[in-house]
Every structure is written in structure tokens, then in C-alpha cells.
């Protein structure tokens, strides 16, 4: 199996297809989107439509904060400008969307995986997981050899060795990293819809479970589109500064 990993969506549709085709290129027979599919960008509905036809073929979705709050109370710990788009959000989508989003659950399993958005110590904590103590509580938690995030917006991967040891590994995209089956590994692709780590190409990575290798990707896309469509929206200017600068 080539599994395309996809997490931070954020209503992106530009870099979410530029991904997605890219995906395809590289003979992706398996999908899984770790969350927030909403939230920051212009085309909530698109995006939304893509991953539930994703889904419909068989693809792996887990719930997101945003998606979270879409479907609840806002969080008062959201900034003021993220609960903006919440709001604006809601008006976007349909009655089967939302019911799509609140059904999601906050994890799900395939094997000796677990896909999950943030820690799986707590996922409805939304922790982020930006250090070797928080992703060793991640996969003490879950338990599976191969743990697939995201709320990080950023590349990571963190290993957990037969003897405990953690380590990490700061990614180099389009470099096939070798599995060890004896070892844990935590993987974080990075955003599809909103890097920030001063690339503003987008981001996935593909694991092939055979030939037990994983690779991260940084895909170009018109990101000036998207932030022109992010402004054309009315929102808050801030996130189409964001699609521009990476950050």
C-alpha cells in the first residue's frame, strides 16, 4: 500500500489538488486526511466535497480542531481572528458537511497505524506535539508502530526506539527515509493548506508500508490565488499573508 498522508487542509482548494495530483503521480493507492479541513481559507465546501468523496472510497478521515469547532462552541482559546472564519465558515456549508465533520471520529486505526490530528495521549486536548517529550507521550499512548499527525502546521518525525530512546529527524523532502519495524515512529507531513515553517510550498508525505520507506513532499501551488480568494472572502488578511510567507 502508498499511503498519501494529508493533514491542515484549511480550506486550501489550490494546494489541497496540487497535492492530491501530485499524489496521484506517485501512484498513491490509499489516502488519509488526519484533520482540520477547515478553518484560514476561502473554499471550505470544496475542500470538504474532496475528502468526503475521498472518503466514500475508502480513504481514512479523523476530526481536527477547526473541524472540531465547526460543528461545537467556538473555543475561547481560539484568537479572535481563527474564530472569524469559525463563524464564517458555518454559512458556507451544508446540512450533510456539518454532518460530515461532527461524525468524524478522533482517531482511527488500519493495522499497526493510528491516524490522529494531534497528540494521541489526549486528541481532544489539541496538544501540539513540538518535542521529544510530547511525541513520547503520543506514542507511548498510542500504541502502534506507525502514529500519522498534524496540528503543527510544520514537517517532524520522531522515532522511539526497542529501547525506549526517542529521537527526531528533521525531514529533507523528496528523501525516501528507511522504516525499521522494530522501532515506533511518530510522522507529521506538515499542512497541505498552510505551511509555516517559511516555505510556502505545501506539504504531504507518502508511506509505503512494502517497502517499508516514507518520503515527504513540498509541492509548489498558486498560492497567490488562494490568498486572493481568501481576501476576495473578506477575511481576515492575516491568513492571506500567511499563504504568501509561510509562516
Not at 489538488?17 to 477547515?38: N, P, S, W
Not at 486528541?123 to 517529550?133: C, D, F, I, N, Q
Not at 520507506?213 to 498560492?223: K, Q, S, T
Request: net charge negative.
Amino acid at each position: 500500500m502508498r499511503l498519501a498522508l494529508l493533514t491542515d487542509l484549511h480550506a486550501n482548494r489550490e494546494a489541497l489538488d496540487a497535492c492530491l495530483t501530485h499524489a496521484r503521480a506517485q501512484k498513491a493507492d490509499q489516502y488519509a486526511f488526519t484533520g482540520d479541513f477547515v478553518g484560514y481559507g476561502a473554499d471550505p465546501a470544496w475542500v470538504l466535497d474532496t475528502v468526503m468523496e475521498h472518503v466514500a472510497r475508502g480513504a481514512l478521515a479523523v476530526q481536527g480542531n477547526h473541524d472540531y469547532s465547526v460543528t461545537h462552541e467556538t473555543r475561547p482559546q481560539m484568537h479572535f481572528e481563527a474564530r472569524e472564519v469559525i463563524e464564517w465558515t458555518r454559512g458556507q456549508l451544508s446540512a450533510e458537511q456539518m454532518a460530515f465533520l461532527s461524525a468524524l471520529p478522533l482517531t482511527q486505526e488500519l493495522e499497526r497505524m493510528l491516524f490522529v490530528h494531534a497528540s494521541a495521549h489526549d486528541p481532544v486536548k489539541w496538544e501540539y506535539v513540538t518535542g521529544l517529550e510530547p511525541a513520547e507521550r503520543s506514542l507511548r499512548a498510542a500504541r502502534k508502530r506507525m502514529v500519522f499527525s498534524g496540528h503543527v502546521h510544520t514537517p517532524a518525525l520522531y522515532r522511539r526506539a526497542d529501547d525506549g530512546r526517542m529521537g527526531s529527524h528533521v525531514p529533507v523532502p523528496g528523501t525516501r527515509i528507511s522504516i525499521a519495524p522494530q522501532h515506533q515512529y511518530l510522522v507529521i507531513p506538515g499542512a497541505v493548506g498552510q505551511p509555516r515553517d517559511g516555505n510556502s510550498a505545501a506539504c504531504y508525505a507518502l508511506y509505503d508500508d512494502i517497502a517499508r520507506e516514507l518520503v515527504y513532499f513540498r509541492i509548489p501551488y498558486d498560492n497567490g490565488a488562494a490568498a486572493r480568494r481568501v481576501i476576495a472572502a473578506g477575511l481576515p488578511i492575516v491568513f492571506a499573508m500567511r499563504l504568501i510567507e509561510g509562516i
